[in-house]
């Protein structure tokens, strides 16, 4: 366990955020390895499966994930009070509520999948791979939800190392289950989603094994098995916005993939392998973001509001740094590393040609994503849920509006400018809200140093 709510707020949220990015370096090294591994050893097609496939996983299990994700912040402002009874309260909760979640979330994903797969113009040659995928993954997610429960709970209390372990010992069973599968065995397609849902059910034991091992103010007793509307509430309060916020952006998501099936398979094997190393290059400025949730939901907690403030104006700075570098890198040298996804034969030069349209539409607009992230989880941290998901909205708008608009003008340039065009309609609603809360904390801030001179002169 650790405080974030002393010492230098820079140091605490660089050193919170270094295993928290590694953590999620190793989770999109997952779907990395399942690229790679899938692109070559089984083709562009089996490669489009799982790239489709993706956006539609992301609808589904980042609503649950989303969930876990919020009612974090729950237990991460309990913790910053020193209400341990709370915290351990939280734990309780969040788990009863998400497994209910997760329940319900599977009977949905296995037995519509293969709708929602037609709905999104699935190419035939796809079709039957993308849902074998689909169903494997989506049968099981209750593998994910485990891991992504605890870690967050371990988040929360400020522990961000063990999730870190956990994962990176996942991702090697992963790469080796996925090799004995495909490679060995001659599974196909459904040998990488097993070995993601056994590498992804062994991160979640051991996670769990750790809490009730070494974190005790996370170590739920028999007394603390109940709750009560009030307590539900809250976690739905700050749980249910910020899964139906991921659910909206994956749903423009889902909007822009169907545009682009209908572009054939050399457009979604491209935009597959292009967000790939996309999300590489982001995830700094999502893990900063992330730790800002928690560290301005402990320091609410504990009432240091000037710490937010000062936190909030280092990462940004640290933030926009790192997505200047990353739009010039990806711009320069994205599509050679695509080169790593593709096998031989006449579909690889045109898949490259359109994976650089993607780098330089996508990577040129970064300071506005790395913006966005900071904003966005800060003013979830503060209890501010809604206004997020309002941006969702303007997210999918914007993705909608290039799959029905730009998409036909454009082609497939039309698809990718959805992305950063979603960024921006993000920030116009986050921008006003966040100058609010903002003015709102200085004034606080101010309100504790006249009281604290006052004691002083005292």
């Keep these: 366990m650790h405080s974030l709510t002393e010492g230098k707020p820079l140091k605490l949220i660089i050193f919170f955020t270094i295993p928290l990015l590694l953590g999620n370096l190793f989770q999109q090294l997952y779907t990395f390895t399942d690229t790679v591994i899938v692109g070559r050893a089984l083709g562009v097609s089996a490669l489009a499966a799982v790239s489709l496939a993706a956006a539609l996983n992301w609808l589904l299990v980042g609503f649950a994930q989303g969930f876990t994700a919020g009612t974090a912040i729950v237990t991460a402002k309990r913790f910053g009070a020193g209400d341990f009874r709370g915290v351990r309260q939280s734990m309780v909760t969040t788990i009863l509520c998400t497994v209910i979640l997760t329940i319900f979330m599977t009977f949905i994903a296995v037995a519509f999948n293969k709708q929602i797969l037609e709905l999104m113009q699935t190419p035939k040659n796809v079709m039957t791979q993308a849902n074998i995928f689909l169903t494997i993954l989506l049968g099981f997610m209750f593998t994910t939800m485990s891991y992504n429960l605890a870690a967050n709970a ?17 991702v090697f069973i992963n790469i080796a289950l996925e090799l004995l599968f495909i490679v060995v065995f001659h599974w196909g397609i459904a040998g990488a989603a097993f070995a993601t849902v056994i590498a992804q059910l062994i991160s979640g034991i051991v996670s769990f094994v750790y809490i009730y091992k070494v974190l005790p103010v996370l170590q739920v007793h028999r007394g603390d098995w109940h709750t009560d509307m009030n307590d539900i509430k809250e976690h739905l309060r700050f749980g249910l916005p910020m899964a139906f916020q991921n659910s909206i952006i994956a749903i423009g998501g889902v909007i822009l993939q169907t545009a682009l099936n209908t572009l054939g398979t050399d457009s979604v094997a491209s935009s597959g392998a292009a967000s790939r190393i996309d999300q590489l290059a982001t995830l700094p400025m999502m893990s900063i973001g992330i730790t800002m949730a928690t560290f301005t939901a402990q320091n609410l907690g504990a009432r240091k509001y000037s710490r937010i403030l000062e936190g909030v104006k ?36 045109h898949v490259l040609e359109l994976s650089r349209i993607y780098f330089i539409i ?32 303007f997210e999918l708008s914007m993705r909608a509006f290039a799959a029905l608009v730009l998409v036909a003008i454009f082609g497939y340039a039309g698809a990718v400018m959805g992305t950063p065009l979603a960024w921006f309609g993000s920030l116009t609603a986050l921008t006003p809200a966040w100058l609010s809360a903002h003015k709102k904390l200085k004034k606080l801030s101010d309100g504790q140093k006249i009281n604290k001179k006052f004691e002083e002169a005292d």
Excluded: C, D
Aim: proline share 2%; charged share 5%.
């Design 154 to 170: 371990m988040r929360a209390v400020g522990n961000s190392r063990a999730p870190l372990i956990f994962l990176i010992v996942a």
């Design 314 to 349: 280092k990462a940004l700075i640290v933030g926009g740094i790192w997505a200047v570098s990353m739009s010039i890198l990806e711009i320069s040298f994205g599509h050679y590393i695509v080169q790593l996804f593709l096998g031989s034969g006449s579909q690889q030069v």
């Design 362 to 393: 996508n990577g040129g607009a970064y300071i506005l994503l790395s913006t966005l992230f900071l904003i966005r989880y800060t003013l979830q941290g503060l209890g501010n849920t809604y206004v997020p998901t309002i941006a969702g909205v």
